[in-house]
């Protein structure tokens, strides 16, 4: 089952800032970030795993919480080097398969 | 290092041609994976696998076979190709001890 972020779609100015959120309808036992510039491969950011610790990446942040099955990630006082497209990805269960979001379109302007 | 390479960037195939994508990882990574990403969308796996000699289906593997028969390497073949696979390939590679994959640059792929 797919996990399903919102927005779709985020416009901003540089300095402000975002929250992407990743939910799903089954158990999640980690969750893993990535953003692709357009053109481009996806970059890992971060994984959070069971526990609902947060990590960072440069002023990129994310929570995960197990008992909703979601996660979010929070971008701080954007640049425009955020701009992208940002997945999360969950693992399917007791497999390697990493099952990837819808996908957050982020586009930061002067 | 390298990382991740794929080979060809780009490809026009006509529909019923067959081809092979390739993959070549330096970084002694066991776990690959092949992904599709159609414009617009998201990245769907399609095939993967946990070390040479073993490959497992992803979500979307009809129309595609694979194999892994070194640690390096691992080629997507296209069967009979149809205007549906046009996208976007990407392979990508991990260690087991991490969750980290490492993507090539893709190869674009259009089937007329």
């Known amino acids: 089952q797919q996990p399903v972020q919102s927005p779709q779609a985020v416009i901003l100015r540089e300095g402000e800032d975002a929250v992407i959120n990743c939910s799903s309808s089954k158990a999640l036992y980690s969750v893993h970030w990535y953003r692709q510039k357009h053109g481009e491969a996806p970059v890992f950011l971060m994984i959070?795993?069971?526990?609902?610790e947060q990590k960072g990446h440069e002023k990129i942040s994310a929570s995960f919480n197990e008992k909703k099955q979601q996660s979010s990630l929070y971008l701080t006082a954007s640049q425009l080097s955020y701009s992208g497209t940002y997945f999360c990805g969950t693992p399917s269960y007791n497999t390697d398969k990493l099952i990837f979001g819808t996908g957050t379109r982020l586009q930061v302007f002067p | 290092n390298a990382g991740v390479t794929q080979t060809p960037k780009f490809r026009i195939l006509k529909i019923g041609q067959s081809m092979t994508l390739q993959c070549t990882q330096d970084?002694?990574?066991?776990?690959m994976y092949w992904y599709r990403q159609d414009p617009g969308m998201g990245l769907k796996l399609i095939y993967y696998s946990v070390g040479a000699g073993i490959t497992d289906k992803g979500e979307v593997p009809n129309g595609y076979n694979v194999s892994r028969s070194t640690t390096e390497d691992f080629p997507l073949r296209l069967e009979l190709a149809a205007p549906s696979q046009t996208s976007v390939y990407f392979c990508?590679?991990?260690?087991?001890?991490?969750?980290?994959?490492?993507f090539g640059p893709g190869t674009r792929l259009t089937v007329t």
């Open positions: 990508a590679s991990r260690q087991g001890a991490s969750y980290e994959q490492y």
């Open positions: 970084m002694n990574h066991n776990y």
């Open positions: 959070l795993l069971k526990g609902g």
